[in-house]
């Protein structure tokens, strides 16, 4: 049973689409995130929602809307795709507060943009 | 804000050696927690082995060990008796006790391991 999975795991898509990308976990975490791995392999945090409530919202082009219709999911949509949003999208919960709090992560979405 | 330097982009050890990855980290905090995760080729980022800065002791899980030196912001780790399958991205990560939604990874160390 997997604990965090994301859907889709690949999305092929042409500039100026719109796509989302589907979270939950069944871990019973408080926390939920959005990381941006690009090509070089950098993870970038975009988003953390706490409870449903946006905690970390990093500079990300407003193109990105997460949504969180509760703590077991985090959503993410993106409007207008383009040629540098090609990355690999990863899911994350936590439950801070508690110990270390290591993140649990999705399989991860790998996004091109044509 | 906190950052996490790890200076060896690429790193190979032969199958059985022993290779030490190196990861540093800026903080004025006293508690956080460090993280060492694995990302092989399925891209799954698979978590390694954790410290808590508060424990002097330094953390090990089977051939994975840390060095952990709170006093240099230095947390190495040392994967032993190497095999084919940790050949893999390592990243080093830090979670502030205080603001601990957020995670700083570093960028990472890309490991091949020699048969």
């Known amino acids: 049973d997997t604990a965090v999975s994301q859907t889709p795991k690949y999305l092929v898509t042409q500039m100026g689409n719109d796509k989302s990308i589907k979270c939950e976990q069944n871990l019973g975490h408080d926390t939920m995130y959005w990381y941006k791995q690009d090509s070089k392999k950098f993870l970038k945090i975009m988003f953390s929602?706490?409870?449903?409530?946006?905690?970390i919202n990093e500079t990300v082009p407003n193109r990105f809307s997460p949504k969180s219709p509760d703590k077991a999911h985090l959503n993410l949509h993106i409007n207008s795709l383009e040629l540098g949003d090609s990355a690999v999208y990863f899911c994350?919960?936590?439950?801070?507060?508690?110990?270390?709090?290591?993140?649990?992560f999705g399989e991860g979405s790998r996004l091109t943009v044509l | 804000a906190q950052t996490v330097t790890q200076s060896q982009p690429e790193m190979s050890v032969q199958e059985a050696e022993t290779v030490t990855l190196s990861c540093t980290y800026d903080t004025s905090e006293s508690d956080y927690y460090l993280f060492w995760y694995k990302q092989p080729p399925s891209r799954q980022m698979i978590l390694v082995i954790r410290q808590e800065a508060y424990k002097q002791q330094n953390a090990t899980e089977n051939r994975f060990s840390v060095n952990f030196q709170k006093a240099a912001k230095s947390f190495s780790l040392k994967i032993s008796d190497s095999q084919l399958g940790d050949a893999a991205m390592y990243f080093c990560a830090y979670r502030s006790d205080y603001d601990g939604q957020n995670f700083v990874f570093g960028p990472g160390t890309r490991l091949s391991v020699l048969p």
């Open positions: 929602y706490n409870n449903k409530e946006l905690i």
């Open positions: 994350a919960s936590s439950q801070v507060g508690h110990g270390p709090g290591e993140l649990f």
